[in-house]
């Protein structure tokens, strides 16, 4: 599993445009547990360097009454191995495209809009650069997506910046290693000072890891997607 590991390449940039966002390519597996009504959505969003298969491997974490569909990031760094956008890691922190970042947030929102016509719950999971877009998701399109689950991420100053929600957004899930080098845990505390300013509905989580999907957290998700859908 490729979690932990972060790859320090120079992605390809993105450019905004007003054109149709290209559909993303998806691996989706079915729920392995009957719902009442159309099957509930969780959508997973990789890190920098994995691939659209990475994340699947938290399926026996995840409430089996969820279909997930998980997408792979658009710009290839490596042979299999995907990023959402370019991120340069420097002795002050990561310095990100933030054109990047808005380019591969339209595809998302592009893909998300789709699978929401054909569920009555889509909820959303990322990791590392895919918690950051999930983040960017929750504080821009706050009625798209009804749970987010952001592990070891951040926001985006701009993007909380621009964002115009105020109370009414997903229910968040933010979790995080305490002893993340990558992203700091100072990031999850600024995370938690924007998502109150925005007034969204979220935890905060803290654990004793690095930049990761731990044992403990990955409990965590079972009980907190479990919660989220009810009996």
């Known amino acids: ?11 390809g940039s993105c450019t905004r445009s007003d054109a149709p966002a290209p559909t993303l390519v998806s691996n989706t597996v079915a729920a392995r547990a009957p719902s009442t009504g159309r099957p509930p959505v969780l959508v997973l ?27 792979r990031a658009p710009n290839q760094v490596g042979p299999d191995r995907y990023g959402w956008f370019e991120t340069r890691f420097t002795p002050q922190g990561p310095v990100h495209d933030s054109a990047g970042a808005e ?9 998300l809009k789709a699978l ?5 719950r889509l909820s959303l999971l990322g990791f590392s650069q895919g918690a950051i877009l999930s983040l960017s998701i929750a504080l821009t399109e706050p009625r798209l997506v009804d749970d987010v689950i952001a592990i070891s991420g951040r926001t985006l100053d701009e993007v ?6 105020h109370g009414k957004g997903p229910r968040v899930l933010v979790m995080h290693g305490t002893k993340d080098t990558v992203l700091p845990w100072s990031n999850a505390l600024a995370t938690r000072a924007a998502l109150e300013a925005h007034g969204l509905t979220f935890e905060l989580q803290a654990f004793d890891a690095g930049h990761e999907i731990s044992a403990p957290m990955r409990a965590q998700l079972l009980a907190w997607t479990t919660a989220a859908l009810g009996p």
Do not use: I
């Not at 909380?160 to 929600?165: E, G, I, K, P």
């Open 116 to 120: 929401r016509a054909r569920t009555d």
């Open 45 to 71: 969003l990789h890190g920098l360097g994995a691939n659209e298969q990475d994340l699947l491997a938290l399926a026996p974490d995840l409430d089996p009454r969820f279909e997930l569909v998980a997408l």
């Open 103 to 111: 380019a591969s947030r339209q595809k998302v929102v592009a893909s």
């Open 1 to 11: 599993m490729r979690w932990g590991l972060v790859v320090l390449l120079t992605l």
């Open 160 to 165: 909380s910046a621009r964002s115009t929600v």
